[in-house]
């Protein structure tokens, strides 16, 4: 059974940080690639990062320089660590896996960015 249990989020003021996890389970983490994605109210979902196998990185224009994906194979755990946080970055945030042709979600953490 693949899980994904995302932690980490919070309220934080405007130019803080914080760092997400995703723990997997089920899944042959260290040959697939990770993504984190957000969905703020009345959006759509939107992809933020992806993390490669090989822990290449890929970022939204809107987030580049700020956030920063990695991953720990040996504990099954991706990561977004998140800097310079603004208001619009408010949403919530989802790890995201596409294993044996079937795509796996977690059930998300909110980021509040507010003062």
């Known amino acids: 059974q693949v899980q994904l249990v995302e932690s980490g989020g919070g309220l934080v003021q405007p130019g803080g940080s914080l760092r997400l996890s995703c723990a997997t389970s089920g899944i042959s983490f260290s040959a697939v690639t990770m993504g984190w994605y957000r969905q703020a109210p009345g959006k759509e979902r939107e992809l933020v990062a992806t993390?490669?196998?090989?822990?290449?990185?890929n970022y939204a224009d809107s987030v580049k320089g700020r956030f920063t994906g990695s991953r720990d194979n040996a504990k099954n755990t991706v990561y977004l660590q998140m800097n310079s946080l603004k208001p619009e970055d408010t949403a919530v945030y989802y790890c995201?896996?596409?294993?044996?042709?079937?795509?796996?979600w977690g059930q998300g953490t909110q980021v509040t960015v507010s003062s």
């Open positions: 993390i490669s196998r090989g822990g290449s990185t």
């Open positions: 995201n896996v596409r294993f044996l042709a079937d795509v796996y």
